[in-house]
């Protein structure tokens, strides 16, 4: 019996910070995520838009807000509590925005913006930090910012990214790849660009070669790498691909 009504009560009440406009709640997400109903006033207080989904109104809303520091993974070790917001009543099928009580004394504009809502006995919160597991969790960052190393090829060879955010939404990007064993000073390609929804791609000419890089967003603590080198001399040949994976690293 206790458990039949735990599950009425959740369905009752079904909270939701969304990632995106038409997000109903469903989980895991399947890309990278960034909710739109996150935002810094002008008062350097975060705000976030709850949604009550469920099939009555819920009281006692609680919302707390953390933070991670730039360059970190998303992982509790990392999280910094900010603040809490006033407890919510929202009705059924409505939204309310709740603003931490606190303002947001962060670092870096790269550091990372956690908000949840939950209710502890109605709809309590499954996978604390991660929004990209549990609906109860919304996240404001830039995802791409960070360093991540991996290993690419046949022949395994290392390769470090930097990522830095600049201006206007666009991203510093700078590939380094070992040389005789050893990680150089200087990158093998330094660029200034915008990415296209979770990709960041370029073109480079090396060695008589067009070389195509794509490097693909999988979540906030890892990259897919590829490469496709065409010679430039003899466009029908076909490319030569190279894949690897690349994570995170604190550095």
């Not at 975060?46 to 809303?61: I, S, Y």
């Not at 070790?77 to 099928?93: D, H, K, R, S």
């Not at 700078?174 to 915008?194: H, N, Q, T, Y």
């Not at 073109?203 to 490469?227: A, C, G, P, R, T």
Request: charged share 25%.
């Amino acid at each position: 019996m206790q458990r039949r009504s735990t599950e009425r009560a959740r369905h009752e009440c079904y909270l939701v910070i969304k990632a995106a406009a038409d997000d109903v709640g469903s989980r895991p997400l399947a890309t990278p995520f960034a909710s739109p109903d996150m935002v810094i006033g002008a008062d350097g207080r975060a705000r976030v838009t709850v949604w009550n989904l469920g099939t009555r109104e819920v009281q006692g809303v609680t919302v707390e807000f953390h933070s991670v520091p730039a360059g970190l993974p998303v992982v509790p070790e990392n999280v910094q509590l900010i603040g809490v917001g006033n407890p919510a009543i929202i009705p059924a099928g409505q939204s309310i925005t709740v603003t931490c009580a606190q303002p947001w004394r962060r670092m870096s504009h790269a550091d990372v913006l956690l908000a949840t809502a939950s209710h502890e006995e109605m709809d309590p919160v499954r996978h604390p930090f991660s929004a990209k597991r549990d609906r109860h969790v919304g996240q404001m960052n830039y995802p791409w910012t960070g360093n991540y190393e991996g290993r690419i090829g046949r022949d395994e060879l290392r390769v470090r990214l930097e990522v830095r955010p600049a201006n206007q939404g666009l991203f510093m990007v700078r590939l380094f790849e070992e040389v005789a064993g050893r990680m150089p000073s200087f990158p093998k390609c330094d660029r200034i660009m915008k990415p296209h929804h979770n990709t960041l791609r370029w073109m480079e000419v090396e060695q008589n070669h067009k070389v195509i890089y794509d490097l693909v967003l999988l979540d906030n603590d890892h990259f897919s790498f590829s490469s496709n080198a065409k010679p430039l001399e003899e466009p029908q040949a076909p490319a030569v691909q190279t894949t690897g994976s690349l994570e995170r690293v604190v550095s």
